[in-house]
């Protein structure tokens, strides 16, 4: 008899980057994976702060899969999102999520923002999705890109791999400064994934 494979485990994560939530929230991560078929491949590297990036973001499903992910690897994670999704009635369960909202209309304030956050959590990761967006764009913001340099920190690159049902904890990237040479190689990168609706991406 083969023993069920499992979904999801903080064994995932680096004891550092573990965000200590109960055994309930990282069940029911699980379970909500466990329902849809979904897993979670890989493991987040030891490192004091990461900037994760996932793509390719095509829906409103990929929140759903990742916030499950969050919760069964219990990590540590703090994502930005659009500030109008911080509705009032549901602004605390996104803080709790570890959401911190942009306004994208002061770009500059995003990088302070999350420089502050370093400095007092020393083990940390952010999440972005590097789109800036689920509609399909010609071209990638570089905004993640900026925030990797100021943060002295590598990307890790997450894949969304909807025919497998699988999140992909994949490798690490250093950023070289030739922006639009980063955003070309990572483009090409995440060629291999296929999002929700692939005509988006």
């Known amino acids: 008899m083969t023993k069920k ?11 550092h980057l573990r965000a200590n939530r109960s055994a309930f929230a990282q069940w029911f991560g699980r379970t909500v994976l466990d329902v849809f078929g979904w897993r979670v491949v890989g493991e987040l590297p030891n490192l004091e702060r990461v ?5 390719p973001h095509t829906s409103n499903w990929d929140f759903v899969y990742a916030m499950a992910a969050i919760l069964g690897l219990n990590l540590k994670l703090r ?14 369960f996104m ?17 302070e923002n999350v420089a502050r956050l370093v400095e007092r959590d020393k083990g940390i990761i952010i ?21 990797s340099t100021a943060l002295d920190c590598p990307l890790f690159l997450v894949g969304l791999d909807f025919p497998n049902k699988l ?21 090409a990168f995440y060629g291999k994934y296929t999002g929700k609706y692939p005509d988006q991406f």
């Open 5 to 15: 494979q499992v979904s999801v485990s903080q064994d995932q994560t680096p004891v």
């Open 51 to 55: 900037l994760v990036i996932g793509a």
């Open 79 to 92: 994502w930005l999102g659009k500030h109008t999704i911080f509705k009032f009635g549901v602004t605390w």
């Open 95 to 111: 803080n709790w999520l570890g959401g911190i909202p942009v306004n994208r209309g002061k770009p500059e304030s995003i990088v």
């Open 127 to 147: 999440g972005i999705a590097p789109e800036g967006t689920r509609k399909k764009v010609e071209k990638w913001k570089t905004g993640f890109l900026r925030i």
């Open 167 to 187: 999140i992909v904890l994949d490798q690490l990237f250093y950023p070289t400064g030739d922006n639009d040479a980063d955003i070309a190689t990572l483009k």
